[in-house]
Nanobody
Framework: VQLQASGGGLVQAGDSRRLSCVVS????????MAWFRQAPEKEREFVAA????????RYSDSVKGRFTISRDNTKNTVDLQMNSLEPGDTAVYYC??????????????????WGQGTLVTVSS
């Protein structure tokens, strides 16, 4: 299983950015998928997740209403649309996968597969 994240870059506060995670070796429709992020000198934190069975989504309080996670079963990708970006969103963003939804979807240790990360820098 391989996950390849892309789409990061330097943006201004208030801008939008779309991240994409291309998955191989695992069908995204059969996997619980998530995005995490890690800012410098901080622990990796949960951002968003999407359930394999019904596509239900979950978000951290810090991004709820601004970020949207989605998947494309045909392309086998999972995207993160980020709107109204803030300097506090600056981090390396990682996509992650596990075979089945876990009630503790927000814990990084519950995911088996990880992408390499893509850096998003939001300037004020």
């Amino acid at each position: 299983v391989q996950l390849q994240a892309s789409g990061g870059g330097l943006v201004q506060a208030g801008d939008s950015r779309r991240l994409s995670c291309v998955v191989s070796g695992l069908a995204v429709r059969n996997a619980a998928m998530a995005w995490f992020r890690q800012a410098p000198e901080k622990e990796r934190e949960f951002v968003a997740a999407i359930r394999e069975s019904n596509g239900a989504t979950r978000y951290s309080d810090s991004v709820k209403g601004r970020f949207t996670i989605s998947r494309d079963n045909t392309k086998n990708t999972v995207d993160l649309q980020m709107n109204s970006l803030e300097p506090g969103d600056t981090a390396v963003y990682y996509c992650a996968a596990r075979l089945y939804w876990n009630v503790k979807y927000y814990k990084a240790t519950n995911y088996n597969y990880w992408g390499q990360g893509t850096l998003v820098t939001v300037s004020s």
